[in-house]
């Protein structure tokens, strides 16, 4: 059975209800199902199809050749030829290619086999295991039957598995594949590491038979003292059931029923909530029950729109002093995912000014934006459309749509997320024009209170190669208008910087979304020698100068707060793998550009604090 837009196939009934709708479950007390599993590389999927290259999934029962039946040898002279408990084994949450040197640049499939006991809190109750991401495709099997197919490597999903788990010796079984396609997003072509693995947590979660199976509430976008939103019941007894919430801070406690598709309407008002700023991230402890089931969530609430050229933040213009950020962790130096790398990150990302982050070029782990709320730094979300993706396949887009509307689901709570970015410096053309509109409707309609943009291109006017403006159809959809530059890296050298004037006609705010140079960390010369720190720095003052001549400019998020892995930077003793447009080094080190965009934002802060 093809759910979810043909995302996920689940092949258990029960399991494929739940998964056709989003599903909450991160905010639960869980069993941690991470740590050591097992695994086994298999670049001839030799464990999923027959040596007539039919998969086991389609025969009748578990042929004990499949992986996934995870069979041992009944005596000595049976023929296995695996075996996942004699196999090494690898973290989870983490990637396969800096854990073990012989994967670094693998790109196919390895089998992950995780045993487990568990004993349920009540016999009513209902079994879930979610997964924070796993990159690309996950074939899940639990005690040897499938649960589901999930694709797309960084948006949770969950499975039921209420009436497949055993008291002893369940054993979860997860062929990974992070193979590039053509038709994939993102497609074959990026300029970030390919991480392969279960790159995020993995965890049981128990929930009443009857369960809160997702929550939305937010500040009314034109009103600051109503909150609004929706509860949705997930079992099957929702119909009349009555939900209570609870914000003590602010002496709330109501009660609303579910209609009779198991939803209620949330409309709460109250004229002193405190709104959640950069300046004031406050938060509420907010509680939601319904019959035996209960969750607490910290939430804050703000507004954000435009007005013309500005960026209203709690009706207060303000600009975005950004960076932009990939996942990777500074400390492992491969895909990151754990608290201390948020903090890590976002931290390097205070002390150099920031009041905003750009989050590239896929949505981030949970961990991010929880932290997010917590310090005060708003945020740009994004999905992986970037640069080519096969525009005229309905199944690709079916693919955008899913990771839009995971990470949506997933983050429309938190109060740091201001703006959902459809794509990134894709080539203009009908068929991506619709490809996009369609998906910028799809967010608007999932959640009408955040701002819409994209990161475009700029182009040269015919006539003029130094008149710059954006000239895509796209920005007529989006709320701000954001572009890459590459001014004085790509194109010319950053002197090129004084030559150039902007004309942008549009009445919207302007982000420029990227701007950089790369910069070997230690490499020192003249400021027109490339790589060089120097370099660098000299294109910061350029640019950044030449960027304040945009009228309607709202925000900055440069490209990258911290050097990142990517197969196409090859330069022996500069790149060697590595793309250096980081502001900091692969090992944390701060290069004189740092200071420069420092220098910048704490005099745009003062500006706006007059
Ligand atoms: C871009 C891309 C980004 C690249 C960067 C670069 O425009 O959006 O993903 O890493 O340029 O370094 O070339």
């Excluded at 073990?100 to 499939?109: A, I, N």
């Excluded at 782990?365 to 640069?387: F, K, Q, R, T």
Aim: aromatic share 12%; charged share 25%.
């Amino acid at each position: 059975m093809t759910l979810r837009t043909g995302i996920i196939i689940s092949l258990v009934t029960f399991s494929a209800l739940l998964s056709s709708q989003q599903t909450h479950l991160s905010l639960r007390p869980s069993i941690s199902l991470n740590g050591q599993w097992n695994y086994i590389v298999d670049p001839y999927e030799n464990g999923f199809y027959n040596y007539r290259y039919e998969p086991y999934d389609s025969s009748h029962g578990i042929p004990r050749n499949a992986f996934f039946s995870n069979s041992k040898p009944r005596d000595r002279s049976d023929l296995i030829e695996y075996d996942f408990d004699r196999s090494d084994t690898i973290a989870v949450p983490s990637d396969w290619n800096t854990q073990k040197k012989q994967l670094f640049y693998y790109e196919g499939t390895v089998w992950y086999k995780k045993s487990f006991d568990y004993l349920k809190k009540n016999p009513s109750n209902r079994l879930f295991i979610t997964f924070g991401a796993v990159n690309y495709q996950a074939d899940v099997y639990l005690n040897g039957k499938k649960l589901g197919v999930h694709v797309g490597g960084f948006a949770p999903f969950n499975y039921e598995i209420t009436d497949l788990i055993q008291d002893r010796d369940n054993f979860l079984i997860v062929k990974v594949d992070n193979k590039r396609k053509k038709e994939g997003v993102p497609t074959l072509n990026t300029d970030w590491w390919n991480y392969g693995g279960i790159t995020r947590d993995v965890k049981i979660v128990e929930t009443p038979e009857t369960f809160i199976r997702e929550h939305v509430l937010q500040l009314d976008r034109n009103d600051g003292n109503r909150i609004q939103g929706t509860i949705s019941l997930g079992g099957t007894a929702v119909l009349q059931k009555s939900i209570v919430i609870e914000i003590p801070e602010l002496n709330i406690k109501k009660e609303f029923q579910t209609d009779s598709t198991g939803n209620a309407v949330i409309d709460l008002r109250k004229n002193n909530i405190v709104r959640w700023s950069p300046e004031n991230p406050k938060l509420y402890t907010v509680t939601i029950g319904t019959g035996n089931d209960k969750i607490t969530e910290r939430i804050g609430f703000r507004t954000v729109n435009t007005s013309g050229s500005k960026i209203l933040l709690n009706d207060k213009p303000v600009f975005l002093r950004g960076i932009s950020i990939h996942e990777e962790s500074p400390f492992s130096k491969g895909r990151g995912h754990s608290s201390k790398d948020a903090l890590q990150l976002l931290s390097w990302a205070k002390e150099l000014g920031c009041n905003y982050v750009r989050l590239a070029h896929y949505p981030h782990n949970e961990n991010m934006v929880h932290l997010a709320d917590s310090m005060g730094i708003l945020v740009w979300e994004e999905i992986p459309v970037y640069w080519t993706i096969a525009w005229n396949n309905p199944e690709t887009y079916a693919n955008a749509e899913e990771q839009l509307s995971a990470m949506i689901s997933r983050d429309r709570n938190r109060a740091s997320v201001i703006v959902w970015s459809m794509a990134n410096e894709t080539p203009v053309s009908d068929v991506r024009n619709m490809f996009l509109g369609k998906l910028a409707a799809r967010a608007r309609s999932l959640d009408g209170t955040r701002l819409i943009s994209a990161a475009l291109e700029q182009r040269s006017f015919p006539d003029n190669p130094n008149i710059r403006t954006i000239g895509d159809p796209f920005a007529e959809a989006v709320d701000i208008l954001s572009f890459n530059q590459y001014i004085g890296w790509y194109d010319g050298v950053p002197s090129k910087c004084r030559e150039i004037r902007w004309k942008i006609n549009e009445n919207k705010p302007v982000i420029v979304s990227e701007f950089g140079a790369d910069a070997k960390y230690g490499f020192h010369a003249d400021s027109l020698t490339r790589f060089s720190e120097e370099y660098q720095e000299y294109l910061y003052r350029e640019t950044l100068e030449m960027l304040n001549t945009i009228p309607q400019l709202s925000g900055l998020s440069p490209w990258i707060l911290v050097d990142f892995r990517s197969p196409r930077r090859t330069l022996p003793k500069i790149q060697d793998g590595w793309n250096r447009k980081g502001l900091i080094s692969d090992n944390g080190e701060k290069k004189k550009a740092f200071y420069i965009l420092q220098k910048y934002y704490s005099a745009k802060a003062r500006e706006q604090q007059k």
